[in-house]
Every structure is written in C-alpha cells, then in structure tokens.
C-alpha cells in the first residue's frame, strides 16, 4: 500500500525566514513522482513543485526546493524568504507512475507571521 | 496554466434532495477526473475515478448509488448526491488530469444539507 505521511499538523515561521515542512512515504515502487501542493484559506489547490523519483537532482521553484532522499522515502519542502502569501495548508502527495491515482498526506498548516 | 472551473460554488439543499455538481476542463481536454471530498481541516480523500465514456471507478466506502458520477464528454464530469442528508456535508473538489503526471483542481464545492 502506498501512505504519506506528514508528522507536522502545524508550523509557524517569521516573515523572510526558512521552513521545513516533512513528508515521509511508503512504497514498493520504484517508478513514480511526489508533489507538494499548497491549499490557501480559498482552498484552491495549487501544485507548488514536482519531483521524479528517477532524478536524482532535487526540484527547485523559485523560493520553493525540494530535499528528496529516495533512500530513506522522505521528501521535505524547504521554503526560503517565507512570505506572509504563504500561509496555507501544505499537502505532500504521491502519484504511481502510470497510475491515475494519488495520494495526499494530513496536510500542515503554515502560518507566516509578520 | 491548465483551468479546472466547478459550479456551483456553493449550495444549500434541504435534506433528501439531490444536488448536482458540475466539473469542467476549460482549456484542455481531460479523459481522467477525479473527485475529492474534504472534511474541515482534513485531507483530500479520493471518492472516485471518472473516465470519460465509461462508468467511474469508486473508493472502497463510498456508495456509488449516492454518488452518481457521469463523465458525458472531453470537458465535464458530473457528480450528483442524491437524497442528500446533513452528514453528505462538505467540500468537494474535482480534478483533471492532464498528461502523465499531473492534475489541475477545481475550485471546489461547498454542500451544506439542512
């Protein structure tokens, strides 16, 4: 069975600091790809990055970056020059490749303070 | 990037109504939808896979009989609660898959049953 699991319910950060939010998963597979998706008080969901499990090189987005340890099935979100737009739940998900399926962890709730 | 609309927005049925939801792809055509549900302050839990010209594809646990799901064309899958009740509340959200590996979400469903 595939889990994601998100062991931080919730999560403040200053303005302009660093996070790291944690996302741990379980799978058999090899092939597949994990994501982290951001849900603001619209409760949009909105992709914020992707990663291949084949690649080794960690996916970056702009303040948005990836530590994705294959090995050990984690795959953290480290969000640089925290904004007060990025107050949000946060979803860490995990979609088998070739698979119409994901799965999304508990989520975290992030509040950024001014 | 890819546009997922739903309408409406929000509804308020009385209870043993049934109420339609509607999911578009406005920009891309989309074979594969999803629909979520999401209880306050919880995560996306997947009710069903909707494949467009066939029937959908349900989670274990959820009534396939309550939930009527039609993916009639390219761009709209439906889902319908029927003889809805105060414990049908909650938010819903579609998706649409497009490519390989990803997913654009609509805006999501607010059903409140009186």
């Known amino acids: 069975a595939q889990t994601v699991t998100q062991s931080q319910p919730e999560m403040s950060v200053q303005e302009a600091e660093t996070v790291t939010l944690s996302c741990t998963y379980d799978t058999s597979e090899n092939n597949y790809y994990l994501f982290w998706y951001k849900q603001p008080p619209s409760r949009q969901m909105i992709l914020v990055i992707r990663?291949?499990?084949?690649?080794?090189q960690n996916a970056t987005e702009n303040r948005f970056s990836v530590n994705f340890q294959k090995a050990a099935k984690s795959f953290s979100l480290k969000i640089s020059d925290s904004q007060l737009g990025d107050t949000a739940m946060y979803f860490c998900?995990?979609?088998?490749?070739?698979?119409?399926?994901?799965?999304f962890g508990s989520g975290t709730k992030l509040n950024v303070k001014p | 990037g890819a546009v997922v609309s739903q309408h409406p927005s929000r509804v308020i049925c009385k209870s043993g109504t049934s109420v339609k939801i509607e999911c578009r792809s406005l920009?891309?055509?989309?074979?594969?939808m999803f629909w979520y549900r999401q209880f306050p302050k919880q995560s996306l839990m997947l009710m069903a896979t909707s494949n467009e010209g066939s029937k959908a594809t349900y989670e274990q646990g959820v009534e396939k009989d309550k939930f009527l799901i039609n993916h009639a064309s390219l761009t709209l899958s439906t889902l319908t609660v029927t003889s809805a009740h105060p414990e049908d509340s909650s938010f819903y959200i579609c998706s649409a898959r497009l490519g390989y590996n990803e997913q654009f979400f609509g805006p999501g469903t607010r059903l409140t049953v009186l």
């Open positions: 998900a995990y979609l088998l490749y070739n698979f119409n399926k994901f799965y």
């Open positions: 990663q291949e499990a084949y690649k080794q």
């Open positions: 920009d891309f055509q989309a074979t594969t």
